[in-house]
């Protein structure tokens, strides 16, 4: 899942300071999973957001909605009708959902009220980590299911590196050094030799964010 | 006992302080409560065994969400006392009240601004 954090209440305030209405839009994908945009982050948010404005003797009118997903159309146009009574939208998806959510919305201002973080996993309660960058050209049958792209902080196709000491990476001694984990998980699946002896060749990257924003069309798909 | 405590602590009962979450202490501040605070069972002798540690927990988490917004986070504590413990509580009720007095009202009713980070 798409992992985010909220960002700092001065900075939300700071951006919403001037509006006395504004629509406070969670999601109930990703974001929701991750506690950084679900219904519940949105009624804390919006309770923290109206004591701010109350303290300082200003009035704000929070409208909480959280849609089910931010990401796709039919959901946004469930606000239609209720957003020109409103002189701006705090959004608290993903970046993905802010910014459809502005399109779709071009005479209301858009703010993020979240830093979308990357594409991760929940290691436990509370806990999240990073897993795919999303390079468009998965390899991770090559590498045991472990993408040195995303855990080595090299992004070493062949690896390991010098800096790798007792399974750490030189970066920071608690990430786990990814050419380690992979390399075990090798050995363990009992393909070490095979898979590991042979050299990956350079990436195409053009699959990457180095070939411009992404598409994907599917014809069977189109209506 | 007949142990007296400030009747301004109005106490609202949960089956376990696990029960506590962020949005409700925020929602008794937001309509202009001056202070809240969480008694739940001695550490390590909650029933529904973490209970009283999540809720220690969460209280902590409106203490920082507090003093982001310019509230004294010291108008919410978490207590923990075991049910037996009545002298205690009422301790505990004039400890907490008179913080509070101390603190003064809510800047949410005054809307008299930022109170913390406290100038010196």
């Given amino acids: 899942m798409i992992i985010a954090e909220r960002k700092p209440i001065e900075e939300i305030i700071d951006m919403i300071k001037d509006y006395k209405k504004i629509i406070l839009a969670g999601c109930k994908g990703c974001v929701a999973v991750c506690a950084a945009g679900g219904e519940k982050e949105v009624g804390i948010l919006a309770s923290a957001l109206r004591m701010a404005f109350q303290k300082d003797g200003k009035e704000i009118e929070i409208k909480e909605v959280t849609l089910e997903r931010q990401c796709d159309p039919e959901y946004l146009e469930q606000i239609r009708g209720i957003v020109d009574d409103y002189e701006a939208i705090l959004s608290i998806a993903c970046g993905a959902g802010i910014q459809f959510m502005a399109e779709k919305y071009t005479k209301t201002p858009v703010y993020p009220g979240v830093n979308t973080k990357f594409i991760g996993v929940t290691e436990a309660q509370g806990v999240w980590s990073e897993r795919c960058q999303s390079c468009g050209n998965c390899i991770l049958h090559l590498t045991g299911g472990i993408c040195p792209i995303t855990r080595c902080s090299k992004s070493l196709l062949n690896g390991p590196c010098g800096g790798s000491t007792n399974g750490k990476c030189e970066v920071d001694p608690s990430i786990e050094c990814a050419w380690q984990l992979i390399i075990d998980r090798l050995k363990e699946l009992g393909t070490f030799e095979k898979v590991y002896m042979n050299i990956i060749p350079l990436k195409d990257w053009s699959t990457s964010r180095d070939g411009g924003p992404r598409r994907i069309e599917r014809e069977d798909l189109k209506l | ?120």
């Fill in chain 2, 1 to 120: 006992m007949r142990l007296d405590y400030p009747s301004n602590v109005k106490i609202i009962k949960l089956p376990c302080t696990g029960k506590v979450d962020v949005i409700h202490i925020l929602k008794a501040f937001e309509s202009g409560i001056d202070g809240v605070y969480v008694a739940g069972c001695l550490e390590g002798e909650c029933h529904f065994l973490i209970g009283n540690l999540r809720a220690r927990k969460r209280v902590e988490y409106v203490k920082g969400l507090l003093g982001s917004i310019g509230i004294n986070p010291e108008r919410v504590e978490m207590y923990n006392l075991s049910a037996a413990m009545g002298t205690r509580f009422a301790e505990i009720a004039y400890e907490m009240t008179e913080k509070i007095k101390k603190l003064g009202p809510s800047p949410i009713k005054t809307k008299k601004g930022k109170e913390y980070p406290i100038k010196e």
